[in-house]
């Protein structure tokens, strides 16, 4: 049963809703489908899941860009009404004959959808008669997809592996592990024949292949008996006798043999003291520094032409006169065909930037059902309007909604006599711990008082890691040493924080991968026996698609493993290495995409100063170039 269907504008005036169906809804679907759908950018997506306590609702809608028209219908997730889309297409169309942006009140439209309704339930039982056809075909289709897309490996009865495709599309392509990672490496088998190889999920079995040694020949040679073969057989003979004797190597032309490496641990000496003033004469912070952007437009001949390359084969291209004309005149309304050209170079642009693929598909789809059915103005083209689309869509992305000023909330907490609590999250290797020493030498600077909590007692070095960060900064460090439990450490940094008077508690924790569930299940103890202000997850900008399964699987990790009704999960994003990137930006796209959380800081250099705030302007211009 259908629980409403709403007709509002884009700058959010109810214009109708069905006084027939009448139903309140539990909770709030309709605003929360605006701020995480379609202020978000995720328009394209079919359905919006609504979950809330009491209240499991299903949104669909669609758009009418011409008259900037939104029509929305809702009904309880677990039926599968078949003639939503039907009906939201039939209103959508009836709607805009009688629509008129002087009037806010169209009470003789109930009349109309009721005709509609009936109209899109008689379909529904059309094709609920067909069902048993429709069902066997499904049937049938998926035993096909069963044999041949059943994925794995599969034994013959030779002992080789064959490749039976998997779910990885053509030749094996995209495969990835069970946890989430592409598998790029040499794959063999276990078996005793290895004739049969397999190399990124394709199945090898040639012998004419580079590097592989054929023994036909060898034997072909043998059978002749010629010099060749007892030339090899020497020189196989010859090769275990000699013995190659390594000469000393001369590191410099004035040689000094006595001297000798150092290997000694010279930190309690006087020499200490140098590394202790290293940190605080290294400058100020590039967090605190304004990074100027020019605001150069891109060419629109090169647009033009890059949409012309990757445009599909067999679509005729347009004449000089026809566009022309169409530029001068404007299109009476855009179609999906007219965008297709210019939405496939732009994806194809972010995937050659690092955006996640699913990403970059996505977008395109919002920003093609924004322009769908709108108008062209006069003098303007097709690329340059899917080109502005698409960076209004980016710098909507990629600015917060929320405020993330870090110093006013620490100010805010100092009054309530509380200390301000971090947590640096992610996984392996991304510089969790050098970079939590940035934004301390960040805090420090602007006359916060900062301590360290080393929450890492996993990782064998990572307390001594932090202590050596803590000695260069001149703060104080909370340690407990090892194989203790994280959350108590934590706990326990917090109240002595309380009790020395500390602005902010910077707590670092163990890299975990995404799927490693002990990991994580200790990782939302902490979390949620601590309830910190802020938890940032440190990822790379490196990533591509990775990234976009780090994100989900630690929010979604964090919510399932939580004990509370509301779970914690990640509020920001410290983007790390960022100056190894080059115009490879995407992974911040992403990630603040597939989350919802800001990049907060951005790493880019090895010392403290090597802070920065996420430009949006530049980022945007990087991906569109």
């Not at 169906?21 to 605003?31: C, E, F, T, V």
């Not at 496939?344 to 699913?358: F, G, I, Q, S, Y």
Request: proline letters at 3%.
């Amino acid at each position: 049963m259908l629980e409403q269907l709403l007709i509002f504008t884009r700058g959010g005036l109810i214009l109708w809703t069905c006084k027939e169906l009448g139903n309140a809804l539990k909770g709030s679907p309709i605003d929360t489908l605006i701020r995480s759908c379609l202020l978000e950018e995720r328009s394209g997506a079919a359905s919006f899941n609504y979950d809330a306590p009491g209240a499991s609702y299903t949104l669909k809608w669609t758009f009418h860009n011409e008259l900037s028209l939104v029509f929305v219908a809702v009904y309880q997730k677990i039926l599968h009404l078949l003639y939503v889309e039907d009906l939201l297409a039939m209103v959508k169309r009836e709607f805009s004959q009688v629509y008129d942006p002087t009037r806010t009140a169209y009470d003789g439209f109930d009349e109309t959808f009721r005709q509609l309704k009936m109209e899109a339930l008689a379909r529904a039982e059309d094709l609920k008669k067909s069902n048993p056809v429709v069902g066997n075909v499904k049937k049938q289709g998926g035993q096909g997809n069963k044999n041949g897309f059943e994925g794995g490996n599969k034994k013959k009865s030779d002992g080789s592996v064959k490749n039976d495709g998997g779910a990885d599309g053509e030749n094996g392509k995209g495969r990835k592990l069970e946890n989430g990672h592409s598998n790029g490496n040499f794959v063999a088998s276990k078996d005793t024949n290895m004739n049969s190889v397999n190399v990124n999920g394709r199945e090898n079995t040639s012998s004419d292949d580079v590097g592989a040694f054929d023994v036909n020949k060898l034997q072909k040679l043998r059978s002749k008996g010629g010099k060749k073969t007892d030339t090899v057989a020497k020189a196989s003979k010859a090769e275990p006798n000699k013995k190659v004797t390594k000469k000393n190597r001369v590191w410099n032309d004035a040689a000094v043999p006595e001297k000798k490496l150092d290997f000694t641990d010279h930190s309690g000496e006087d020499g200490d003291r140098n590394i202790d003033f290293v940190a605080p004469i290294q400058g100020e912070s590039m967090m605190d520094k304004e990074e100027i952007v020019s605001s150069e437009s891109e060419d629109e001949d090169e647009e033009d032409e890059d949409a012309g390359k990757n445009s599909k084969p067999g679509t005729k291209s347009k004449g000089w006169f026809s566009s022309m004309f169409q530029s001068i005149a404007g299109k009476a309304n855009l179609e999906k065909s007219d965008l297709e050209p210019a939405l496939k170079a732009l994806k194809d642009r972010l995937m050659t930037k690092n955006v996640a693929e699913e990403i970059a598909e996505k977008l395109c789809e919002s920003v093609a059902a924004s322009l769908e059915g709108k108008k062209l103005a006069s003098f303007t083209r097709i690329s340059s309007t899917v080109q502005a689309a698409m960076e209004d869509a980016l710098v909507r992305i990629l600015t917060p909604r929320r405020s993330i000023d870090i110093l006013r909330d620490v100010h805010a907490a100092r009054e309530q006599r509380k200390p301000y609590v971090v947590v640096f999250v992610g996984v392996n290797g991304v510089g969790k711990s050098t970079n939590l020493a940035k934004v301390a030498y960040w805090l420090l600077q602007h006359n916060v008082s900062v301590m360290m909590a080393a929450c890492d007692t996993f990782r064998s070095g990572a307390v001594e890691q932090l202590r050596t960060h803590a000695r260069r900064l001149q703060i104080p460090i909370f340690e407990k040493g090892y194989e203790k439990d994280p959350a108590i450490v934590a706990k326990e940094a917090i109240q002595e924080a309380s009790r020395n008077g500390s602005d902010v508690v910077l707590v670092d924790t163990a890299g975990r991968m995404q799927d490693n569930e002990p990991l994580m299940r200790a990782l939302s103890k902490l979390i949620y026996l601590n309830n910190p202000d802020l938890v940032l997850f440190v990822g790379e900008a490196l990533v591509g698609n990775d990234a976009v399964d780090q994100l989900s699987k630690f929010n979604q990790k964090l919510a399932d493993l939580a004990t509370s009704p509301n779970p914690r999960l990640i509020d920001g994003i410290l983007l790390t290495k960022f100056d190894t990137i080059d115009d490879k930006v995407g992974a911040a796209l992403s990630m603040v995409y597939i989350s919802g959380a800001p990049v907060m800081f951005v790493g880019c250099g090895q010392s403290y100063t090597d802070l920065k705030k996420l430009n949006v302007k530049s980022i945007v211009k990087t991906l569109l170039k």
